[in-house]
């Protein structure tokens, strides 16, 4: 589990090698949650700034990749700067 997060400095692209990974993304303040199911060999975008997080449902080994639109993305840990 790669718990909600967000980049306020970048845009990520992730892109499933072997598994089908659960994701999820709140764009911003009143849009509606987007469940996304990413199946080996498709990719998913979450743009600057969104809300996203990434689930591994299965018991097996998952890889991904990703990948940022700048050098320095930043990350902004949700449920951890709750406590």
């Given amino acids: 589990m790669n718990t909600p997060h967000t980049?306020?400095?970048a845009s990520e692209i992730?892109?499933?090698l072997n598994s089908t990974l659960q994701a999820g993304l709140l764009e911003e303040n009143g849009a509606a949650f987007?469940?996304?199911?990413?199946r080996p060999g498709s990719a998913t975008v979450f743009p600057r700034g969104a809300i996203h997080f990434e689930y591994n449902p299965s018991c097996e080994s998952a890889m991904f990749v990703a990948a940022f639109d700048a050098e320095s993305p930043g990350v902004q840990s949700i449920a951890q700067r709750c406590m």
Avoid: Q, V
């Avoid at 987007?34 to 990413?38: C, F, G, K, P, T």
């Fill in 34 to 38: 987007r469940e996304i199911m990413l």
């Fill in 7 to 9: 980049h306020p400095r």
């Fill in 14 to 16: 992730n892109f499933s």
